[in-house]
Structures are given as C-alpha cells and as structure tokens.
C-alpha cells in the first residue's frame, strides 16, 4: 500500500477503495485545486457517457 495516512475507505461491491493523503499532503491548496480539476477534466466526460449509455439502454 501506499504511505501516508488513509483519510477514506469507499466498498462499493466486490471493490476496496483506499484514498491516502500523501499524493496532496504536501500541496498548496491552490496545488490541490489544479490536481483536482485535471482529474474531472478526465473523469467527468467518462462518468456522463456512461451515465447516458446507462439511460438510453433502459432497465434491465
């Protein structure tokens, strides 16, 4: 695992999710914000197609 302090634990099915606190622990906030903007630049795009995809296939 990696250092640092674990700050959240997400179970989402079969599925352990750790998050630490090493990767922004020692940023600026201002740090932090452009890590996290990168990060929805990438992720939102994704989680919408799927979210659409998910809508027009209809319930199972």
Same mark, same amino acid.
């Given at each position: 695992?990696?250092? %640092? ?8 099915? %079969?599925? !352990?999710? #750790?998050?630490?606190?090493? #990767?922004?622990?020692?940023? !600026? *906030? ?10 929805? +630049?990438?992720?939102?795009? +994704?989680?919408?197609? +799927?979210?659409?995809? &998910? %809508? &027009?296939?209809? *319930? +199972?």
């Amino acid at each position: 695992m990696a250092e %640092g302090k674990i700050v959240k634990v997400v179970k989402s099915g %079969g599925v !352990t999710m #750790y998050f630490h606190d090493d #990767y922004c622990r020692d940023k !600026t *906030p201002e740090e932090v914000k452009a890590i996290l903007d990168r990060v929805a +630049a990438i992720v939102y795009p +994704a989680l919408k197609s +799927a979210h659409i995809r &998910k %809508g &027009k296939a209809g *319930p +199972a």
